[in-house]
Nanobody
Framework: QVQLMETGGGSVQAGGSLRLSCAVSGKSSGTACMAWFRQAPGKEREGVANLNRYDSRQYSAASVKGRFIISQDNAKNTLYLEMNSLKTEDTAVYYC????????????????????WGQGTQVTGSS
C-alpha cells in the first residue's frame, strides 16, 4: 500500500505562484511513475504532469508547459508541483497519483493507469 497526502493549495491572484507538495508513505519503493492531476467543477479529471522517480524525467500537458514544473525530493519522499503564472482556468482540485512498478513511458494522462491517489487539495486562481 502507498499513501499520498497533498498540501499547499490555496487561493492566489492570476499571475501568481503556488507550490503543491505530495508526501509519499507506505511501500514507496515501488512508486516509479508519479503524477499530478486536476479536476475542475463539472469536468473530468485530467493529467497535468508526471515524472519518473528514478531519473526525474518530466512530462507535462501542453496547457501547463512552461508554467508548471513537477519535481521530487527523494530524501523527503515528496513530489512537488511548482505552479507559476496561474490563470483562473487553473482552478481545480489537484491530486497526486502513483503507478507502482512502472516507469512513465512518456506523458501519461490516463486516470485508469494510476493505482494510488491522494485526497486532493483545492487551488483557486482569482482575477
Amino acid at each position: 500500500q502507498v499513501q499520498l497526502m497533498e498540501t499547499g493549495g490555496g487561493s492566489v491572484q492570476a499571475g501568481g505562484s503556488l507550490r503543491l507538495s505530495c508526501a509519499v508513505s507506505g511501500k514507496s519503493s515501488g512508486t516509479a511513475c508519479m503524477a499530478w492531476f486536476r479536476q475542475a467543477p463539472g469536468k473530468e479529471r485530467e493529467g497535468v504532469a508526471n515524472l519518473n522517480r528514478y531519473d526525474s524525467r518530466q512530462y507535462s500537458a501542453a496547457s501547463v508547459k512552461g508554467r508548471f514544473i513537477i519535481s521530487q525530493d527523494n530524501a523527503k519522499n515528496t513530489l512537488y508541483l511548482e505552479m507559476n503564472s496561474l490563470k483562473t482556468e487553473d482552478t481545480a482540485v489537484y491530486y497526486c497519483a502513483v503507478v507502482p512498478g512502472v516507469i512513465c513511458p512518456g506523458f501519461l494522462p490516463g486516470v485508469a493507469a494510476y493505482k494510488y491517489w491522494g485526497q486532493g487539495t483545492q487551488v483557486t486562481g482569482s482575477s
